[in-house]
């Protein structure tokens, strides 16, 4: 079992930055890969970053390479999502996930594990 507990959204003007924390509870941190996933009103929720188990391969969706960057601290068993530049297009709740294995994957329904999500709210 993995718990997961998100932290740091807020409101923030266009232009401006945040960076996310989900910490994780259990001692198989470093056995999982972890995600970010975002949900805004009326859409589905969307793949934003992932991180393999090791830290060594991360991806992104193309509407936030170059601006977000996802990073794991296993000793902390945390990860985060550093978020600059933000766009009011940005603005949804963030979820970060989790599942067993090496790689991350783009797809929600392979992520077993699911924090309750933090809002993030990018004003124009």
């Known amino acids: 079992q993995v718990q997961l507990v998100e932290s740091g959204g807020g409101l923030v003007q266009a232009g401006g930055s945040l960076r996310l924390s989900c910490a994780a509870s259990g001692r198989t941190f470093s056995g999982v890969v972890m995600a970010w996933f975002r949900q805004a009103p009326g859409k589905e929720r969307e793949f934003v970053a992932g991180i393999s188990r090791s830290g060594l391969s991360r991806g992104y969706a193309d509407s936030v390479k170059g601006r977000f960057a996802i990073s794991r601290d296993n000793a902390k068993n945390t990860v985060y999502l550093q978020m600059n530049s933000l766009k009011p297009e940005d603005t949804a709740v963030y979820h970060c996930?989790?599942?067993?294995?090496?790689?991350?994957?783009?797809?929600?329904?392979?992520?077993?594990?699911w924090g309750q999500g933090t809002q993030v709210t990018v004003s124009s």
């Open positions: 996930a989790s599942k067993y294995g090496l790689e991350y994957s783009r797809l929600r329904q392979e992520y077993n594990y």
